[in-house]
Protein backbone atom coordinates (compact mmCIF):
# COMPACT_ATOMS: atom_id res chain seq x y z
CA UNK A 1 0.00 0.00 0.00
CA UNK A 2 2.78 2.33 1.26
CA UNK A 3 4.82 1.53 -1.85
CA UNK A 4 2.31 1.92 -4.18
CA UNK A 5 1.21 5.40 -2.77
CA UNK A 6 4.69 6.51 -2.97
CA UNK A 7 5.09 4.91 -6.52
CA UNK A 8 1.77 7.05 -7.47
CA UNK A 9 3.60 10.46 -6.18
CA UNK A 10 6.93 9.50 -7.59
CA UNK A 11 4.74 8.99 -10.96
CA UNK A 12 3.50 12.54 -10.56
CA UNK A 13 6.47 14.21 -9.90
CA UNK A 14 8.37 12.28 -12.99
CA UNK A 15 5.16 13.02 -15.81
CA UNK A 16 4.85 16.40 -14.64
CA UNK A 17 1.26 16.53 -12.74
CA UNK A 18 0.28 18.09 -10.00
CA UNK A 19 0.26 16.82 -6.82
CA UNK A 20 -3.02 17.35 -4.96
CA UNK A 21 -4.16 18.16 -1.23
CA UNK A 22 -5.37 14.48 -0.80
CA UNK A 23 -2.71 12.51 -2.28
CA UNK A 24 0.23 10.84 -0.33
CA UNK A 25 2.74 13.14 -0.40
CA UNK A 26 6.60 12.08 1.42
CA UNK A 27 5.98 14.07 5.20
CA UNK A 28 9.74 16.00 3.68
CA UNK A 29 7.76 16.93 0.97
CA UNK A 30 4.69 17.91 2.50
CA UNK A 31 6.81 20.29 5.08
CA UNK A 32 8.98 22.04 2.49
CA UNK A 33 5.53 23.07 0.78
CA UNK A 34 4.39 24.23 4.60
CA UNK A 35 7.36 26.23 5.20
CA UNK A 36 7.52 27.64 1.63
CA UNK A 37 3.84 28.64 0.94
CA UNK A 38 3.78 30.11 4.75
CA UNK A 39 7.07 32.26 4.02
CA UNK A 40 5.64 33.28 0.89
CA UNK A 41 2.29 33.91 2.66
CA UNK A 42 4.07 36.02 5.80
CA UNK A 43 5.94 38.32 2.90
CA UNK A 44 2.70 39.70 1.55
CA UNK A 45 1.03 40.68 4.64
CA UNK A 46 4.46 42.23 6.30
CA UNK A 47 4.99 43.80 2.37
CA UNK A 48 1.86 45.44 2.96
CA UNK A 49 3.60 47.80 5.81
CA UNK A 50 6.57 49.46 3.88
CA UNK A 51 4.11 50.96 1.17
CA UNK A 52 1.25 50.89 3.38
CA UNK A 53 2.90 54.01 5.82
CA UNK A 54 2.57 56.27 2.67
CA UNK A 55 -1.41 55.74 1.79
CA UNK A 56 -1.95 58.94 3.64
CA UNK A 57 0.94 60.57 2.59
CA UNK A 58 0.32 59.96 -1.23
CA UNK A 59 0.88 63.07 -3.63
CA UNK A 60 -2.55 62.58 -5.60
CA UNK A 61 -6.05 61.45 -5.40
CA UNK A 62 -4.90 59.20 -8.43
CA UNK A 63 -1.73 57.96 -6.84
CA UNK A 64 -3.44 56.66 -3.91
CA UNK A 65 -6.34 55.25 -5.35
CA UNK A 66 -3.51 52.85 -7.32
CA UNK A 67 -1.33 52.08 -3.56
CA UNK A 68 -4.66 51.87 -2.02
CA UNK A 69 -5.36 48.89 -4.68
CA UNK A 70 -1.89 47.44 -4.57
CA UNK A 71 -1.44 46.96 -1.26
CA UNK A 72 -5.07 45.63 -1.30
CA UNK A 73 -3.93 43.22 -3.63
CA UNK A 74 -0.59 41.93 -1.49
CA UNK A 75 -3.66 41.60 1.17
CA UNK A 76 -5.58 39.17 -1.04
CA UNK A 77 -1.88 37.03 -1.98
CA UNK A 78 -1.70 36.37 1.68
CA UNK A 79 -4.82 34.93 1.66
CA UNK A 80 -4.27 32.40 -0.65
CA UNK A 81 -1.30 31.47 0.01
CA UNK A 82 -2.71 31.07 3.74
CA UNK A 83 -5.27 28.95 2.52
CA UNK A 84 -3.25 26.86 0.27
CA UNK A 85 -1.10 25.99 3.09
CA UNK A 86 -4.19 24.75 5.07
CA UNK A 87 -4.66 22.30 2.47
CA UNK A 88 -1.09 20.63 3.68
CA UNK A 89 -2.81 20.72 7.28
CA UNK A 90 -1.15 23.74 8.83
CA UNK A 91 -3.24 25.85 11.02
CA UNK A 92 -3.43 29.52 10.01
CA UNK A 93 -3.78 30.38 13.37
CA UNK A 94 -0.57 28.90 14.31
CA UNK A 95 1.29 30.19 11.26
CA UNK A 96 0.78 33.65 12.66
CA UNK A 97 1.88 32.78 15.98
CA UNK A 98 4.72 31.34 14.32
CA UNK A 99 5.36 34.66 12.19
CA UNK A 100 5.21 36.87 15.62
CA UNK A 101 7.90 34.87 17.39
CA UNK A 102 10.08 34.53 15.12
CA UNK A 103 9.90 30.71 14.39
CA UNK A 104 8.67 31.44 10.51
CA UNK A 105 10.65 33.92 7.90
CA UNK A 106 9.37 36.14 5.80
CA UNK A 107 11.31 37.80 2.95
CA UNK A 108 14.44 39.87 4.11
CA UNK A 109 13.21 42.75 1.55
CA UNK A 110 10.72 43.70 3.74
CA UNK A 111 12.81 45.10 6.60
CA UNK A 112 14.11 48.09 4.38
CA UNK A 113 12.29 51.25 5.17
CA UNK A 114 10.66 53.21 2.74
CA UNK A 115 12.49 57.00 3.01
CA UNK A 116 10.29 58.63 -0.07
CA UNK A 117 7.46 57.99 -2.78
CA UNK A 118 10.13 57.31 -4.91
CA UNK A 119 10.47 53.97 -2.34
CA UNK A 120 6.79 53.05 -3.65
CA UNK A 121 7.67 53.18 -7.66
CA UNK A 122 10.86 51.33 -7.22
CA UNK A 123 9.12 48.23 -4.78
CA UNK A 124 7.02 47.72 -8.06
CA UNK A 125 9.17 47.84 -10.41
CA UNK A 126 12.54 46.23 -8.36
CA UNK A 127 10.88 44.09 -6.03
CA UNK A 128 7.87 43.26 -7.54
CA UNK A 129 9.97 43.08 -10.75
CA UNK A 130 11.83 40.12 -8.55
CA UNK A 131 8.98 38.68 -7.49
CA UNK A 132 7.55 37.78 -10.63
CA UNK A 133 10.64 36.55 -12.11
CA UNK A 134 10.45 34.18 -9.37
CA UNK A 135 6.64 33.39 -9.36
CA UNK A 136 6.19 32.48 -13.16
CA UNK A 137 8.06 29.57 -13.12
CA UNK A 138 6.36 28.93 -9.83
CA UNK A 139 3.17 28.21 -11.73
CA UNK A 140 4.29 25.33 -12.95
CA UNK A 141 5.21 24.06 -9.38
CA UNK A 142 4.24 20.60 -8.33
CA UNK A 143 1.78 21.75 -5.72
CA UNK A 144 -1.29 21.74 -7.62
CA UNK A 145 -3.09 24.72 -5.01
CA UNK A 146 0.58 26.24 -5.13
CA UNK A 147 0.99 26.56 -8.68
CA UNK A 148 -2.83 27.68 -9.07
CA UNK A 149 -2.59 30.63 -6.23
CA UNK A 150 0.35 31.58 -8.70
CA UNK A 151 -1.33 32.14 -11.81
CA UNK A 152 -3.42 34.78 -10.40
CA UNK A 153 -0.72 36.41 -7.98
CA UNK A 154 1.23 36.86 -11.14
CA UNK A 155 -1.45 38.54 -13.05
CA UNK A 156 -1.46 41.09 -10.41
CA UNK A 157 2.37 41.61 -9.58
CA UNK A 158 1.94 42.50 -13.73
CA UNK A 159 0.10 45.27 -12.96
CA UNK A 160 1.82 46.31 -10.00
CA UNK A 161 5.46 46.49 -11.42
CA UNK A 162 3.73 48.28 -13.93
CA UNK A 163 2.70 50.94 -11.92
CA UNK A 164 5.88 51.31 -10.17
CA UNK A 165 7.66 52.08 -13.19
CA UNK A 166 5.05 54.51 -14.45
CA UNK A 167 5.13 56.24 -11.41
CA UNK A 168 9.52 56.33 -11.89
CA UNK A 169 8.96 57.54 -15.14
CA UNK A 170 6.38 60.34 -14.16
CA UNK A 171 9.52 61.25 -11.41
CA UNK A 172 11.55 61.58 -14.35
CA UNK A 173 9.87 63.62 -16.15
CA UNK A 174 10.26 65.81 -13.07
CA UNK A 175 12.08 68.43 -11.78
CA UNK A 176 16.45 67.61 -10.79
CA UNK A 177 15.44 67.31 -7.73
CA UNK A 178 12.86 64.19 -8.18
CA UNK A 179 15.41 62.78 -10.46
CA UNK A 180 17.66 62.42 -7.77
CA UNK A 181 14.90 61.02 -5.28
CA UNK A 182 14.43 58.48 -7.46
CA UNK A 183 18.40 57.44 -8.05
CA UNK A 184 18.43 57.06 -4.39
CA UNK A 185 15.53 54.71 -4.02
CA UNK A 186 17.52 53.17 -6.67
CA UNK A 187 20.61 53.18 -5.20
CA UNK A 188 19.30 51.79 -1.94
CA UNK A 189 17.04 49.32 -2.97
CA UNK A 190 19.17 47.16 -5.89
CA UNK A 191 21.42 45.07 -3.82
CA UNK A 192 18.10 43.91 -1.20
CA UNK A 193 16.29 42.98 -4.14
CA UNK A 194 19.23 40.98 -5.99
CA UNK A 195 19.36 39.43 -2.08
CA UNK A 196 15.27 38.21 -2.62
CA UNK A 197 16.67 35.30 -4.76
CA UNK A 198 17.91 33.65 -1.82
CA UNK A 199 21.69 32.69 -1.01
CA UNK A 200 24.06 31.60 -3.84
CA UNK A 201 23.10 27.61 -4.79
CA UNK A 202 26.77 27.05 -3.00
CA UNK A 203 24.88 27.84 0.02
CA UNK A 204 21.30 27.29 -0.12
CA UNK A 205 20.20 24.35 1.85
CA UNK A 206 16.90 22.98 -0.22
CA UNK A 207 17.65 23.74 -3.92
CA UNK A 208 18.24 20.72 -4.69
CA UNK A 209 15.54 18.67 -3.19
CA UNK A 210 13.10 20.98 -4.12
CA UNK A 211 14.25 21.24 -8.08
CA UNK A 212 14.25 17.39 -7.59
CA UNK A 213 10.54 17.52 -6.24
CA UNK A 214 10.00 20.17 -9.25
CA UNK A 215 8.42 22.39 -6.43
CA UNK A 216 11.17 24.90 -7.58
CA UNK A 217 11.57 25.30 -11.55
CA UNK A 218 14.87 26.90 -11.35
CA UNK A 219 17.98 27.52 -8.67
CA UNK A 220 18.44 31.17 -6.82
CA UNK A 221 21.40 31.88 -9.02
CA UNK A 222 19.51 31.36 -12.51
CA UNK A 223 16.55 33.81 -11.47
CA UNK A 224 18.99 36.25 -10.13
CA UNK A 225 20.91 36.10 -13.43
CA UNK A 226 17.31 36.35 -15.20
CA UNK A 227 16.16 39.45 -13.31
CA UNK A 228 19.42 41.70 -13.75
CA UNK A 229 19.38 40.47 -17.29
CA UNK A 230 15.78 41.86 -17.84
CA UNK A 231 16.03 44.99 -15.64
CA UNK A 232 19.39 47.00 -17.25
CA UNK A 233 17.81 47.67 -20.17
CA UNK A 234 14.78 48.93 -18.27
CA UNK A 235 16.96 50.76 -15.99
CA UNK A 236 18.52 52.79 -19.25
CA UNK A 237 14.88 53.63 -20.43
CA UNK A 238 14.64 55.10 -17.30
CA UNK A 239 17.77 57.18 -17.30
CA UNK A 240 18.95 55.66 -14.02
CA UNK A 241 22.18 53.87 -12.67
CA UNK A 242 22.47 50.78 -10.91
CA UNK A 243 24.85 50.97 -8.00
CA UNK A 244 27.25 48.50 -9.46
CA UNK A 245 30.11 49.18 -11.18
CA UNK A 246 30.80 46.10 -11.90
CA UNK A 247 27.66 45.49 -14.39
CA UNK A 248 28.52 45.00 -17.75
CA UNK A 249 27.35 42.84 -20.40
CA UNK A 250 29.08 39.21 -21.42
CA UNK A 251 28.91 38.46 -24.82
CA UNK A 252 30.70 34.80 -24.20
CA UNK A 253 28.06 34.51 -21.51
CA UNK A 254 25.09 35.97 -23.28
CA UNK A 255 24.40 37.83 -19.77
CA UNK A 256 25.15 40.46 -17.69
CA UNK A 257 28.21 40.09 -14.79
CA UNK A 258 27.51 41.81 -11.91
CA UNK A 259 29.53 42.44 -8.85
CA UNK A 260 29.63 40.46 -5.45
CA UNK A 261 26.57 40.35 -3.23
CA UNK A 262 27.05 40.92 0.54
CA UNK A 263 25.71 37.77 1.70
CA UNK A 264 26.78 38.39 5.45
CA UNK A 265 24.06 41.73 4.98
CA UNK A 266 21.44 38.60 3.98
CA UNK A 267 22.47 36.51 6.85
CA UNK A 268 22.17 39.59 9.66
CA UNK A 269 18.43 40.86 7.86
CA UNK A 270 17.39 36.86 7.73
CA UNK A 271 18.37 36.53 11.40
CA UNK A 272 16.51 39.35 12.63
CA UNK A 273 19.22 42.18 12.30
CA UNK A 274 18.50 44.13 9.43
CA UNK A 275 17.14 47.85 9.44
CA UNK A 276 13.44 47.29 10.54
CA UNK A 277 13.06 43.48 11.59
CA UNK A 278 11.51 44.82 15.01
CA UNK A 279 9.51 47.26 13.70
CA UNK A 280 7.69 45.16 11.30
CA UNK A 281 6.99 42.39 13.35
CA UNK A 282 6.01 44.76 16.30
CA UNK A 283 3.70 45.66 14.00
CA UNK A 284 2.09 42.68 12.62
CA UNK A 285 1.46 41.39 16.53
CA UNK A 286 -0.23 44.84 17.96
CA UNK A 287 -2.41 44.03 14.72
CA UNK A 288 -3.04 40.46 15.70
CA UNK A 289 -3.78 41.80 19.04
CA UNK A 290 -6.20 44.35 18.28
CA UNK A 291 -7.66 41.74 15.61
CA UNK A 292 -8.99 39.18 18.87
CA UNK A 293 -12.14 40.89 19.45
CA UNK A 294 -13.02 39.91 15.58
CA UNK A 295 -12.09 36.78 15.69
CA UNK A 296 -14.13 36.10 19.06
CA UNK A 297 -17.24 37.57 17.12
CA UNK A 298 -17.02 35.89 14.47
CA UNK A 299 -16.83 32.08 16.52
CA UNK A 300 -19.47 33.44 18.90
CA UNK A 301 -21.51 34.02 15.64
CA UNK A 302 -20.78 30.68 14.18
CA UNK A 303 -21.18 28.90 17.63
CA UNK A 304 -24.94 31.05 17.71
CA UNK A 305 -25.67 29.82 14.15
CA UNK A 306 -25.35 26.38 14.57
CA UNK A 307 -26.78 26.53 17.95
CA UNK A 308 -30.35 27.78 16.18
CA UNK A 309 -30.08 25.27 13.23
CA UNK A 310 -29.77 22.21 16.02
CA UNK A 311 -32.59 23.64 17.81
N1 LIG B 1 14.47 36.27 2.82
O1 LIG B 1 17.66 26.88 0.76
P1 LIG B 1 17.17 28.22 0.39
C1 LIG B 1 6.40 39.21 -2.38
C2 LIG B 1 15.81 31.40 3.70
S1 LIG B 1 7.83 38.48 -2.98
C3 LIG B 1 14.26 35.52 3.92
O2 LIG B 1 17.65 28.80 -0.89
P2 LIG B 1 14.46 27.98 -0.62
C4 LIG B 1 5.61 40.10 -3.32
C5 LIG B 1 15.03 30.16 3.30
O3 LIG B 1 13.67 30.25 3.68
C6 LIG B 1 8.70 37.76 -1.57
N2 LIG B 1 14.64 34.22 4.00
O4 LIG B 1 15.58 28.24 0.50
C7 LIG B 1 5.43 41.46 -2.77
C8 LIG B 1 15.78 29.08 4.06
O5 LIG B 1 15.44 29.16 5.45
P3 LIG B 1 14.76 27.91 6.27
C9 LIG B 1 8.18 36.42 -1.17
C10 LIG B 1 15.24 33.69 2.93
O6 LIG B 1 13.15 28.01 0.06
C11 LIG B 1 6.03 42.51 -3.40
C12 LIG B 1 17.20 29.55 3.97
O7 LIG B 1 17.14 30.95 3.78
N3 LIG B 1 8.35 35.45 -2.20
O8 LIG B 1 6.12 38.98 -1.27
C13 LIG B 1 15.46 34.41 1.74
O9 LIG B 1 14.79 26.81 -1.43
C14 LIG B 1 5.90 43.83 -2.91
C15 LIG B 1 17.99 28.86 2.87
O10 LIG B 1 17.54 29.27 1.55
C16 LIG B 1 8.49 34.13 -1.96
O11 LIG B 1 8.47 33.70 -0.81
C17 LIG B 1 15.07 35.76 1.72
N4 LIG B 1 15.26 36.55 0.66
O12 LIG B 1 14.58 29.27 -1.58
C18 LIG B 1 4.65 41.70 -1.66
C19 LIG B 1 8.62 33.23 -3.17
N5 LIG B 1 16.08 33.60 0.87
O13 LIG B 1 13.35 27.85 5.81
C20 LIG B 1 4.51 43.00 -1.13
C21 LIG B 1 8.55 31.77 -2.85
C22 LIG B 1 16.24 32.41 1.47
O14 LIG B 1 15.55 26.69 5.94
C23 LIG B 1 5.14 44.08 -1.78
N6 LIG B 1 9.74 31.29 -2.23
N7 LIG B 1 15.74 32.45 2.70
O15 LIG B 1 14.84 28.33 7.72
C24 LIG B 1 10.84 30.84 -2.90
O16 LIG B 1 10.89 30.86 -4.12
C25 LIG B 1 11.98 30.28 -2.10
O17 LIG B 1 11.50 29.98 -0.81
C26 LIG B 1 13.22 31.22 -2.02
C27 LIG B 1 14.28 30.57 -1.11
C28 LIG B 1 13.81 31.44 -3.41
C29 LIG B 1 12.85 32.58 -1.41
Known amino acids: QHFETQQHFERTIDRDQRVEPRDWMPDAYRATMVRQIAQHAHSEIIGMQPEGVWITRAPSLRRKAILLAKVQDEAGHGLYLYSAAETLGADRGDMTAKLISGRQKYSSIFNYPTLTYADVGVIGWLVDGAAICNQVPLCRSSYGPYARAMIRICKEESFHQRQGYELLMTLMRGTRGQREMVQDAVDRWWWPSL ?65 AIDWSELKRVISGDGPCNAERVAARRAAHEEGAWVRDAAVAYAAKHAARQAG
Not at 212 to 236: C, G, S, Y
Open 195 to 259: MMFGPPDTDSTHTAQSMAWKIKRHTNDELRQRFVDMTVPQADALGVTLPDPDLRWNADRDHHDFG
